[in-house]
Every structure is written in structure tokens, then in C-alpha cells.
């Protein structure tokens, strides 16, 4: 029940035996895409979720926890129904959505405005990174511009000069562009958005094989990163182009794409193989419990779970100040799969950045591996707008 509150008849039970009050169950909210080809994407984070809260018997912060999920089905009208439900008659304590960018800015204002805690596993879009940040809004993922202006780092030590951009047309597409633009220091030798949802690049692939370009840096999460990397490859192109990309290869659509992704290049802030001790944990319980391997939503979900059994536990399980509530999350006391992770003053987590590329295990399933390091304790480009 929302601020976990006690009962009267429970209070009143305490006062008269001498006995504490104790707190009622926490109750998480999540709004992610579990419909069409996106799915993958919203099923990795509910995973992600369930695996840590069965890790804690089912408890986040000693409290007995309840997870309701909910599908926006993509639509912004339905993300914003499924939200209010949660807050007004599930009357939860916590909103953690969502997979898509539109789908967070159609869910933010009903959620922050009753005074809901609202942490994204995924979409960190620029909207409410600087000047619209909220005090009750966190993300645990990236600020979307991020992963691309670590890619053109990339594309500045590969030494490419020119690179053709494209992205679908929604808030991460466009901040995925600005990103990219923003660090490489080449020339983008044409830069394409597409419909959110596109499923044939024979126009766009035709432009990127006339045009002067020696690199494709591209956005194309899901079902579109899928049918992009399979045109691409049946078109030729990988002989003569290099091909990078944020959330385009990944481990929600190398299932599809198989070996015509293999070396392709990516920017992100983790890897399943990469070698620490809380991720080897991490990615092999994971992987037995679910039987895929885990992608950057899952990691993202799963270190969601963490923060939040870490603020409940520092409070007591005690949620009625929503003052403590914010300093116990920014306090990000937990150990993040990533590595190092702290917030940021707008909420944005300050993490590091690598270079990806994607492999082919022994047992003929398909990852992004570990290159190298970008750059470390990295800061959003717009955390300096936000006045919290």
C-alpha cells in the first residue's frame, strides 16, 4: 500500500502490546513493452527485475514485496492509462518504467505529479535531464545522448572521417544523432530518421552505398535493429563498411541477426562477459534461471531492484518521507553490475563507457563482448541545467 503505510487496527495493536509499528508490504509498479517485436526488450527488464527480487526471497529492504506489471503496448495513450492505474488504484510506491523514451515522457507527469517515485530501467531521455529534471524522477540506465557521443569517440580512434548517421524518428533517435554529432569530429556524410517501427531499408541502404561514407553509426532498437542488420548484410555491405551502433546489436536481437552482426561494433556501459566477480553472478544465474542471455536491460533492471532494496532498507522500510525516500535512492547504495555508479545531480548516473564488439560463443549463441574502456566516471551533457 502507497507510503507503506501502517494500519490503524496494526498501530493501535503495537500501542497497546508496547511493540513497534510495523511497516506494510512495498508495492513496485513497472510500465515496460511487452507487445510486438519490442517485447524482448520489455521482457529482458521485467527478467531482470524478478531475478533479483527471487534472489531476496521475494523482499526488497526486509519488506515483502509485491511486483504489478503492466503493458504500454507502445502506445503513449495506453502507457499513460496503465501509469495512473498503478498510482491512483494499485496505489503503489515506486513506478519503474519504462523501455521507450515517448513511452516515459507520455507516463512522467501523472507519476512525478502525485508525488510518485519514478525510476526508468532503460529510456533516459534529454527532456528531463536538464532544466525538467524532478526531484522525483531517476534513471539507472544512461542519458540517451551518452552511448552515441561514446560512439563517436569510437569512430574518432578507428579512425573513420566520414560516417553516414541514421536513427528513427522519436526523442531517442534524435538524441541519439545529437549525440553522435556532438564527439565525432569527422563529417557525417548524410544523417537519415526513419518512421519508429521501420521495417524496409532498401531506400536508405542504397543512399549509404553511394555516398562517401566508411562507417554506418546507427540507433535501431528491436524488431528495426534486427530487419537493419539483415538488409545490410544481404545487401553487401559489410565487406566494404563498417557498421556501429547503440542498442542495434544487442542481446535482445543478435538472436535474429546471428552471424551477419558478428564484429559489428557498439557503445555501452556494460558486457556479459565482462570478467568481475557481481557479473559473472550476475550473468550465469541469469542465464540458468531464463535460459538467453542477459542484455543491457536486464543488467539495468536487475541493478533497479538493488538501488531500490538498498533505500528501503536504509529507511527501515519506512517510505513517508519523501525527502529521506530521494536521499536514500541518490545515495545508490548498492554494488551495480557495471561497476562504479553513482547519480548525478540531476538524477543520470555517472558511469563508464566501452567499445563492444559482437561474438559468437562455442556453444553458437551470440553477444556483445568487451573491447575497452572509452571513458570513465562519465557525466551527462546536460546535468549542469538541472537546478535540483
Request: glycine share 8%.
Amino acid at each position: 500500500m502507497k507510503n507503506l503505510r501502517t494500519s490503524l487496527s496494526a498501530f493501535a495493536l503495537c500501542a497497546a502490546t508496547g511493540t513497534a509499528a510495523m511497516a506494510e508490504d512495498l508495492k513496485i509498479g513497472m510500465v515496460v513493452t511487452l507487445s510486438g517485436p519490442p517485447a524482448a526488450l520489455g521482457q529482458q527488464i521485467v527478467d531482470g527485475f524478478q531475478l533479483a527480487l527471487d534472489q531476496k526471497d521475494g523482499m526488497l529492504g526486509g519488506q515483502k514485496t509485491e511486483l504489478v506489471v503492466e503493458d504500454d503496448e507502445l502506445k503513449p495513450d495506453v502507457a499513460l492509462l496503465k501509469a495512473t492505474s498503478l498510482v491512483e488504484r494499485e496505489e503503489v510506491d515506486i513506478v519503474v518504467g519504462t523501455v521507450f523514451s515517448n513511452m516515459l515522457q507520455a507516463i512522467f507527469k501523472p507519476v512525478v505529479a502525485s508525488e510518485t517515485f519514478l525510476i526508468s530501467p532503460n529510456a533516459g531521455p534529454s527532456t528531463f535531464a536538464g532544466k525538467n529534471c524532478n526531484p522525483f524522477f531517476f534513471a539507472t540506465s544512461y542519458q540517451n545522448n551518452q552511448n552515441a557521443e561514446v560512439s563517436g569517440m569510437i569512430a574518432n580512434d578507428q579512425g573513420f572521417t566520414n560516417v553516414f548517421a541514421m536513427a528513427p524518428n522519436y526523442q531517442a533517435g534524435r538524441d541519439n544523432m545529437v549525440g553522435f554529432k556532438q564527439t565525432f569530429e569527422g563529417t557525417v556524410t548524410d544523417e537519415v530518421f526513419t518512421p519508429l517501427g521501420h521495417q524496409d531499408f532498401s531506400a536508405e541502404l542504397a543512399r549509404l552505398s553511394t555516398s562517401d561514407a566508411e562507417a554506418l553509426f546507427t540507433f535501431m532498437p528491436g524488431g528495426m535493429g534486427v530487419r537493419l542488420v539483415k538488409q545490410f548484410d544481404a545487401a553487401g555491405l559489410s565487406d566494404s563498411l563498417k557498421f556501429m551502433s547503440v542498442f542495434t546489436t544487442d542481446e535482445t536481437t543478435l538472436p535474429g541477426q546471428k552471424d551477419a552482426a558478428v564484429g559489428f561494433l557498439a557503445a555501452g556501459t556494460w558486457a556479459p562477459d565482462m570478467d568481475t566477480e557481481a557479473n559473472n553472478a550476475f550473468t550465469s544465474a541469469f542465464e540458468e534461471k531464463y535460459g538467453y542471455i542477459p542484455g543491457s536491460y536486464a543488467m539495468q533492471a536487475y541493478d533497479t531492484a538493488n538501488l531500490i532494496d538498498s533505500a528501503v532498507a536504509k529507511l527501515g522500510g519506512d517510505m513517508s518521507d519523501k525527502d529521506a525516500v530521494r536521499a536514500a535512492i541518490k545515495a545508490a547504495d548498492f554494488s551495480s553490475v557495471r561497476g562504479d555508479f553513482a547519480f548525478n545531480n540531476n538524477h543520470y548516473p555517472i558511469q563508464d563507457f566501452h567499445m563492444l564488439k559482437v561474438a559468437k560463443r562455442d556453444d553458437g549463441k551470440f553477444h556483445t563482448s568487451f573491447v575497452n574502456t572509452i571513458v570513465e566516471d562519465y557525466e551527462d551533457s546536460f546535468h549542469e541545467e538541472c537546478q535540483m
